[in-house]
């Protein structure tokens, strides 16, 4: 199963308190289907995974399989500092039900390129899950070599997917042409969605697809129509959007911010992250038009 189409890497909806609130989980996970989009990923970076403990992280994937009742996929972010956390995490999302892993590269202290091969090898081997290989510089302080993601993909049938937001559209150049058809290139960046379908990439897990996945769709949908000039407005789009909410102000809060003013349940982050002045969540709204 290699993923194709706009992927939600979905908010995790806090009270006040810090407190998960599974009701409004449900209600986001609505207005992301009525968006077009071809599946979720639970406890991923945008849904504050590190802030989750493992329980959380399992009752969460199950909410969501539950609610997406077959609409959509449901993946999950299983990826830790460690081999052994890692193997522990993805094995719960396999019998939580996720369809597939989201997992970074190993992060915190900085490994070899054969350390981050070897990490995912025996991750597949410990877990027979599909694996989607997460390349995140932002958040681990280097990006993966092409190669090294090459190399995997020799080993691993079951690498099915890489996820680049190192926003380097020669980093995703040289994944694609390495790989070949081995594994799916998605981008993680959304200035990179309509350049990443250009070089032959298969789709996108973005940020801002929780505020705005209608858009996304869209570029997907029009570029496979090659209707050039309309995915390439709905990018203007989407570009926008991620420079308001993930650039311009700190990307959880604003995101969150962002569909809190839409009307829907975002909630709060989880500390120590807090939430915008009321002041700068109505600039993102008028500054969206939301």
């Not at 993966?144 to 190192?166: I, R």
């Amino acid at each position: 199963m290699k993923p194709t189409g706009i992927y939600v890497p979905n908010v995790t909806p806090f009270n006040a308190k810090g407190e998960i609130m599974y009701d409004k989980l449900g209600e986001l996970l609505e207005f992301w289907i009525d968006g077009g989009i071809s599946g979720v990923i639970a406890n991923a970076s945008t849904g504050e995974a590190p802030y989750l403990s493992r329980d959380e992280r399992v009752k969460i994937i199950e909410y969501l399989i539950e609610k997406a009742d077959g609409r959509i996929n449901v993946f999950a972010g299983t990826g830790a500092t460690s081999l052994w956390q890692s193997i522990e995490l993805t094995r719960d999302a396999l019998n939580a039900g996720a369809q597939a892993a989201l997992v970074t590269t190993p992060f915190f202290f900085k490994p070899t390129g054969d350390e981050i091969a070897q990490y995912f090898i025996e991750l597949m081997d410990a877990v027979d899950i599909p694996v989607i290989l997460y390349n995140v510089p932002k958040f681990t302080g280097y990006s993966v070599a092409p190669k090294v993601v090459a190399k995997v993909a020799d080993e691993c049938s079951n690498l099915v997917a890489m996820k680049d937001s190192s926003n380097n559209p020669g980093n995703m150049a040289d994944v694609i042409s390495l790989c070949g058809d081995k594994i799916n290139a998605l981008s993680g960046a959304a200035d990179m969605i309509l350049p990443t379908l250009m070089l032959g990439g298969k789709g996108a897990i973005v940020a801002i697809g929780n505020v705005a996945p209608r858009t996304c769709v869209n570029i997907f949908d029009a570029y496979g129509k090659s209707d050039v000039k309309a995915a390439g407005d709905n990018q203007l789009r989407a570009s926008f959007v991620n420079k308001v909410v993930v650039r311009d102000y700190p990307q959880i809060p604003a995101i969150k911010a962002a569909i809190n003013q839409m009307g829907l349940p975002a909630g709060h982050p989880r500390k120590p992250l807090t939430a915008l002045p009321e002041e700068t969540a109505r600039k993102i709204k008028e500054t969206l038009g939301l």
